[in-house]
Antibody
Framework: EVKLLESGGDLVQPGGSLRLSCAAS????????MRWVRQAPGKGLEWVSS???????GYADSVKGRFIISRDNSKNTLYLQMNSLRPEDTAVYYC?????????????WGQGATVTVSS | SYELTQPLSVSVALGQTARITCGGD??????VNWYQQKPGQAPVLVIN???DRPSGIPERFSGSNSGNMATVTISRAQAGDEADYYC?????????FGGGTKLTVL
């Protein structure tokens, strides 16, 4: 069964850092375009970052320069390093696998990791 | 930056047909994906690339895309279809979501 499992969500103070993990099972994560998508409380979905099979990365303007997406192929795990966190980064963070090419939809989602940025 | 516009809410009577729209500039030239999200759950892809249904998605779900509007149609609406629905496109190496539409089944 193809699954994604996030971990690492926590309460952190403004200006702090946090690293989210997303462990994949049932498929080879490095072969696919992977994304992080977040959802602030009571709000809609917002794309955060992507990493393609070749290792190329992309970021939303709201997190560029503060967040870093990466993966460990040996662990079949995706990461999101979040630095200089702000209250507006408070959200549930989902990792998701894209079906094939970038124009396609995200067919596998994790259950989400909750990040709360507050003093 | 590219924007997608969805109605905040749509209501449909049980067993009838619901249509949720997603507006964008020349959206017909892009591939539109649709997600269903129920409270407390992760989104589920229900329509891929305008009109393809992923495995496990009922035939009652269909999609179309032309001009400046994409639409997901839910036929014979059931209580279990009540959820938030989001459209999504890929534009200029960024992923864009619509604001979401809450579907209420009456």
């Amino acid at each position: 069964e193809v699954k994604l499992l996030e971990s690492g969500g926590d309460l952190v103070q403004p200006g702090g850092s946090l690293r989210l993990s997303c462990a994949a099972s049932g498929f080879t994560l490095s072969s696919y375009l992977m994304r992080w998508v977040r959802q602030a409380p009571g709000k809609g979905l917002e794309w955060v970052s992507s990493i393609n099979a070749g290792g190329g990365t992309g970021y939303a303007d709201s997190v560029k320069g503060r967040f870093i997406i990466s993966r460990d192929n040996s662990k079949n795990t995706l990461y999101l390093q979040m630095n200089s966190l702000r209250p507006e980064d408070t959200a549930v963070y989902y990792c998701a696998k894209v079906l094939s090419v970038g124009t396609e939809g995200m067919d596998v989602w994790g259950q989400g990791a909750t990040v709360t940025v507050s003093s | 930056s590219y924007e997608l516009t969805q109605p905040l809410s749509v209501s449909v009577a049980l067993g009838q047909t619901a249509r949720i729209t997603c507006g964008g500039d020349n959206i017909g030239s892009k591939n539109v994906n649709w997600y269903q999200q129920k409270p407390g759950q992760a989104p589920v892809l229900v329509i891929n690339r305008d009109s393809d249904r992923p495995s496990g998605i009922p035939e009652r779900f269909s999609g179309s895309n032309s001009g400046n509007m994409a639409t997901v149609t839910i036929s014979r609406a059931q209580a279990g279809d009540e959820a938030d629905y989001y459209c999504q496109v890929w534009d200029s190496n960024t992923v864009v979501f619509g604001g979401g539409t809450k579907l209420t089944v009456l």
